[in-house]
């Protein structure tokens, strides 16, 4: 695929896509991480004399209500607080006013405009991939950059349309990405671990089944575990279950060996609330509790589990670490891919990700994903389209 580096930037109109879908709350920014992650690629257009033209998606639009609070705006203000230079924000996703700030930006300039998907309110044609569409948005441009990795896996206009109608490159971000996972994935110093958490095995099978063929040892904490321990007959009280899923989980198991670790131990409550009394059970889980953290033998076993190891990947919390009596299981389990010497550290994102930047631990990790659905698909070994549609070299 063609990188950034190899388009010729000077005076080009630059479309570039970022994934700036970012937390927020009563409109206010609340995790900038990945505007901080796009800075690397518009820094360098910017410095190289393009014109850049920004632009995301912000949650999702299906009615005009729905637009309210989903402004571009915030965004392109703390853009333009981080890069320290002017962002001219055009609050239109179409249309001559659109046109005219592209026509007006000089070299080393840049712009953003409005949310992608106020184009789904009528029709979807955004998350549709109508082609008018991404044919429209890519002749504004002269070249496109896609530096969205956490859209990766959608196939929408705003990615592969506009890479459709227009020469286009990945950004540093997604390059980033794809060296740092898809390196794991694919030719792994070993020993390579796994760590998956998360609340359901539903969420996980096509990793699961993909890093049981691909790595050395899959630890299982999480919501799921409860799942394979009924999978093995164990009493699981009232923890989480997928019903359905107790025969994959069975057939998980026996596809792994001894590749697959369970926990052997977790932390129960009576509910899932942070004010009643907790206590550490084994394999079996008492009538009445319900299983939220994994316990201090499993840290230990999981601990023992990643000496030596040379490439951790980490997708999914091993407990419920929102609340402090739960918590435990992900803090030790980030401790100890912190402490790793010589071993290339991986977070698949979402959760995880969250977890380790809350609990303080973002800088003690060789990569954390900026992308939640799309690292689990590429965890799964699939194809990701909006990475498909670049350009080839
Ligand atoms: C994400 O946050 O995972 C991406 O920005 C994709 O968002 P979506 O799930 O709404 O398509």
Same mark, same amino acid.
């Given at each position: 695929?063609?990188?950034?580096?190899?388009?010729?930037?000077?005076?080009?109109?630059?479309?570039?896509?970022?994934?700036?879908?970012?937390?927020?709350?009563?409109?206010?920014?609340?995790?900038?991480?990945?505007?901080?992650?796009?800075?690397?690629?518009?820094?360098?257009?910017?410095?190289?004399?393009?014109?850049?033209?920004?632009?995301?998606?912000?949650?999702?639009?299906?009615?005009?209500?729905?637009?309210?609070?989903?402004?571009?705006?915030?965004?392109?203000?703390?853009?333009?607080?981080?890069?320290?230079?002017?962002?001219?924000?055009?609050?239109?996703?179409?249309?001559?006013?659109?046109?005219?700030?592209?026509?007006?930006?000089?070299?080393?300039?840049?712009?953003?405009?409005?949310?992608?998907?106020?184009?789904?309110? =009528?029709?979807?044609?955004?998350?549709?991939?109508?082609?008018?569409?991404?044919?429209?948005?890519?002749?504004?441009?002269?070249?496109?950059?896609?530096?969205?990795?956490?859209?990766?896996?959608?196939?929408?206009?705003?990615?592969?349309?506009?890479?459709?109608?227009?020469?286009?490159?990945?950004?540093?971000?997604?390059?980033?990405?794809?060296?740092? %996972?898809?390196?794991?994935?694919?030719?792994?110093?070993?020993?390579?671990?796994?760590i998956l958490g998360g609340a359901k095995v539903?969420d996980k %099978?096509?990793v699961i089944?993909?890093?049981?063929?691909?790595?050395?040892?899959?630890l299982v904490g999480g919501g799921m575990t409860y799942t394979f321990y009924?999978?093995?007959?164990?009493?699981?009280?009232?923890s989480l279950?997928e019903?359905?899923?107790?025969?994959?989980?069975?057939?998980?198991?026996?596809?792994?060996?001894?590749?697959?670790?369970l926990p052997?131990?977790s932390v129960?409550?009576?509910?899932?609330?942070?004010?009643?009394?907790?206590?550490?059970?084994?394999?079996? %889980?008492?009538?009445?509790?319900?299983g939220l953290d994994i316990?201090?033998?499993t840290?230990?076993?999981f601990?023992?589990?990643?000496?030596?190891?040379?490439?951790?990947?980490w997708n999914g919390p091993m407990g419920v670490f929102?609340?402090?009596?739960f918590?435990?299981g992900t803090?030790?389990v980030?401790?100890?891919?912190?402490?790793?010497?010589?071993?290339?550290?991986?977070?698949?994102?979402g959760d995880s990700?969250?977890a380790?930047?809350?609990?303080?631990?973002?800088?003690?990790?060789?990569?954390?994903?900026?992308?939640?659905?799309?690292?689990?698909?590429?965890?799964?070994?699939?194809?990701?389209?909006?990475?498909?549609?670049?350009? =080839?070299?």
């Amino acid at each position: 695929k063609k990188t950034v580096k190899d388009l010729d930037l000077k005076g080009k109109k630059v479309l570039v896509r970022a994934d700036f879908n970012v937390p927020m709350k009563d409109g206010k920014i609340t995790n900038d991480n990945r505007i901080q992650a796009a800075l690397p690629t518009l820094e360098y257009i910017l410095d190289q004399g393009g014109k850049a033209i920004v632009f995301s998606h912000l949650g999702r639009v299906k009615t005009e209500d729905d637009k309210a609070g989903l402004s571009m705006k915030p965004v392109s203000e703390r853009l333009s607080e981080l890069l320290g230079k002017d962002v001219t924000f055009v609050a239109e996703t179409r249309g001559e006013e659109l046109e005219s700030a592209v026509n007006n930006l000089n070299d080393g300039e840049i712009m953003m405009f409005e949310n992608t998907r106020f184009e789904d309110v =009528d029709g979807k044609k955004e998350s549709k991939n109508d082609p008018e569409l991404g044919k429209y948005w890519a002749s504004l441009g002269d070249v496109f950059v896609n530096d969205a990795f956490g859209t990766a896996h959608r196939s929408h206009a705003s990615n592969v349309g506009i890479a459709s109608n227009v020469e286009s490159a990945a950004g540093f971000l997604v390059e980033k990405e794809i060296n740092f %996972i898809g390196g794991a994935v694919d030719e792994p110093k070993r020993p390579f671990v796994a760590i998956l958490g998360g609340a359901k095995v539903s969420d996980k %099978i096509g990793v699961i089944e993909n890093l049981i063929a691909k790595a050395d040892k899959v630890l299982v904490g999480g919501g799921m575990t409860y799942t394979f321990y009924k999978a093995l007959g164990k009493d699981i009280g009232n923890s989480l279950l997928e019903e359905d899923k107790v025969d994959l989980a069975k057939e998980l198991m026996d596809k792994a060996g001894d590749k697959l670790v369970l926990p052997v131990d977790s932390v129960v409550a009576s509910e899932f609330s942070n004010d009643v009394p907790t206590e550490v059970v084994g394999e079996n %889980i008492p009538e009445g509790k319900m299983g939220l953290d994994i316990g201090p033998k499993t840290v230990e076993l999981f601990e023992n589990e990643l000496k030596g190891a040379k490439t951790v990947v980490w997708n999914g919390p091993m407990g419920v670490f929102e609340m402090d009596n739960f918590a435990q299981g992900t803090i030790k389990v980030c401790e100890a891919l912190a402490n790793l010497d010589d071993a290339t550290t991986i977070i698949g994102g979402g959760d995880s990700a969250t977890a380790a930047q809350q609990l303080g631990f973002e800088d003690d990790f060789s990569h954390i994903s900026t992308g939640g659905g799309a690292s689990l698909e590429y965890l799964e070994g699939k194809e990701l389209p909006g990475i498909a549609a670049i350009s =080839d070299k």
